[in-house]
């Protein structure tokens, strides 16, 4: 009797299992769908494939891995075929990345842990539908160009709504936000787009759903972001009239797709001189309807250096670096936090316009340590310091800290910087040294 007592005791104190399905819908992914099942391997209670019409080897991929391969008739509807996926899945927990995304595979334990915490506590999975944590936009050479947050993982009974651009429907207060994972994502290089032709599908589809829903915001502005990744002048013309159209909604538009409309107009608009003036007029505004936010602050920056208002460039900046320093601000910042280097850029702009040695010293130091070819920052640096008296011999024991005196490509850079900024009589000495170098080699 007491054996069977402890066993009930036993069972009762044993914890709820976390059983991970993992989803995928997958069209002519060949090149990707390898690695966007191998991170769940380890890890997923079952992993289900959703095919909608695959010409190349991705099903024979999937197979041959053992996956769950399921067939669903492609409707124009990506809601549609992520929902039927989930409601053939098993588990407790739906991990649901498209095949251009994947975990890192040490994230993905970390995952599970998020996961256990989660469903160990009745009050928490009571209260936790899904997880929201950052999602890194990666370029064609690999580098993160921008962050934003997203739900991939999340209870079995959330569905997706909407044809195209398709998200959860979910309460804000039912995400459980991490930051200690991250997915990565590499659909959005433009290698990507040119591959599989994603601007060319989106624009059309969401065309379709203008004229369903001609006043809704939203899907203008997934419009407009479809035809500036698709480019040329008249796809231009048109995303930013959208743009301006969402910018100017004063509700109904979506906060993320506002502030991509914001940051859209300002990269097109902040390297043309006839349009600073609009352009500044448009970040202030930003400004107002996301206060201290570190992309708006930078973009504020950046049009201010533009103008040659090195003193309030200078103050906007150095409030943005403090923040973040300081780690605030950052949930909403899809820029700065995915590229600090290119706020510091700005930086040393901007202490190069008010003649100020040692922020030009500290700001071109930190961004040529990590890419030693900026050599717009490398003529600053070289022009400022032997402007204020550094003699040419200790320029050099400078730039030694940052460049291969050895190599003749990089005493080329320096050379043509130096020659670039006006320094001629060093601009020959280096190049001299280069000279001398590709003999003896």
């Given at each position: 009797?007491?054996?069977?007592?402890?066993?009930?005791?036993?069972?009762?104190?044993?914890?709820?299992?976390?059983?991970?399905?993992?989803?995928?819908?997958?069209?002519?992914?060949?090149?990707?769908?390898?690695?966007?099942?191998?991170?769940?391997?380890?890890?997923?209670?079952?992993?289900?494939?959703?095919?909608?019409?695959?010409?190349?080897?991705?099903?024979?991929?999937?197979?041959?891995?053992?996956?769950?391969?399921?067939?669903?008739?492609?409707?124009?509807?990506?809601?549609?075929?992520?929902?039927?996926?989930?409601?053939?899945?098993?588990?407790?927990?739906?991990?649901?990345?498209?095949?251009?995304?994947?975990?890192?595979?040490?994230?993905?334990?970390?995952?599970?842990?998020?996961?256990?915490?989660?469903?160990?506590?009745?009050?928490?999975?009571?209260?936790?539908?899904?997880?929201?944590?950052?999602?890194?936009?990666?370029?064609?050479?690999?580098?993160?160009?921008?962050?934003?947050?997203?739900?991939?993982?999340?209870?079995?009974?959330?569905?997706?709504?909407?044809?195209?651009?398709?998200h959860l429907d979910l309460d804000p207060d039912r995400l459980y936000r991490v930051d200690d994972i991250t997915i990565m994502h590499t659909g959005y290089s433009q290698a990507a787009y040119n591959e599989t032709k994603k601007a060319d599908r989106n624009i059309e589809m969401l065309r379709v759903e203008l004229t369903e829903k001609p006043n809704d915001i939203n899907v203008k502005a997934y419009l407009a972001d479809a035809l500036t990744v698709k480019g040329g002048e008249d796809c231009r013309a048109e995303a930013l009239t959208l743009y301006k159209e969402v910018?100017?909604?004063?509700r109904r538009v979506n906060p993320v797709l506002k502030k991509k409309a914001y940051a859209a107009i300002m990269d097109n608009y902040k390297e043309i001189p006839e349009f600073l003036t609009e352009c500044e007029e448009v970040c202030r505004k930003a400004a107002v309807d996301f206060p201290n936010d570190l992309d708006i602050e930078y973009?504020?920056?950046?049009?201010?250096?533009?103008?040659?208002?090195?003193?309030?460039?200078?103050?906007?900046?150095?409030?943005?670096?403090?923040?973040?320093?300081?780690?605030?601000?950052?949930?909403?910042?899809?820029?700065?936090?995915?590229?600090?280097?290119?706020l510091f850029i700005q930086m040393a702009i901007a202490a190069h316009g008010l003649d100020d040695v040692e922020g030009v010293v500290r700001y071109s130091t930190m961004i040529l340590t990590e890419d030693k070819s900026i050599t717009s920052i490398l003529k600053h640096y070289i022009w400022t310091l032997l402007k204020h008296g550094v003699s040419e011999d200790d320029v050099t024991d400078l730039?030694?800290?940052?460049?291969?005196?050895?190599?003749?490509?990089?005493?080329?850079?320096?050379?043509?910087?130096?020659?670039?900024?006006?320094?001629?009589?060093?601009?020959?000495?280096?190049?001299?040294l280069a000279q001398e170098t590709l003999i003896r080699v």
């Open positions: 009797m007491a054996k069977k007592k402890n066993k009930k005791r036993n069972m009762q104190a044993a914890q709820p299992v976390v059983r991970l399905s993992q989803c995928v819908i997958a069209k002519n992914e060949g090149k990707n769908i390898e690695r966007a099942l191998s991170w769940a391997k380890d890890v997923a209670f079952e992993q289900i494939l959703v095919d909608t019409g695959s010409t190349d080897d991705t099903v024979e991929i999937a197979e041959r891995m053992g996956v769950k391969v399921l067939h669903f008739d492609w409707i124009n509807d990506f809601a549609a075929a992520k929902n039927f996926a989930i409601e053939q899945a098993s588990g407790n927990w739906i991990a649901f990345l498209d095949a251009d995304e994947y975990f890192s595979v040490a994230d993905a334990h970390t995952l599970m842990e998020h996961l256990k915490k989660i469903h160990s506590n009745p009050a928490s999975r009571a209260k936790w539908f899904a997880v929201n944590c950052p999602w890194a936009q990666l370029d064609d050479s690999g580098k993160v160009f921008a962050m934003f947050a997203q739900e991939r993982v999340f209870r079995p009974f959330v569905r997706y709504t909407g044809k195209i651009h398709e910018i100017n909604e004063a973009y504020l920056g950046f049009i201010l250096n533009k103008k040659e208002d090195y003193t309030e460039a200078w103050s906007v900046l150095r409030k943005c670096e403090e923040s973040l320093i300081k780690s605030s601000n950052l949930d909403d910042s899809i820029l700065i936090s995915a590229k600090p280097r290119t730039l030694k800290k940052l460049y291969d005196f050895s190599d003749p490509k990089d005493l080329m850079l320096i050379g043509r910087a130096a020659k670039d900024c006006g320094a001629v009589p060093y601009a020959r000495r280096i190049l001299a």
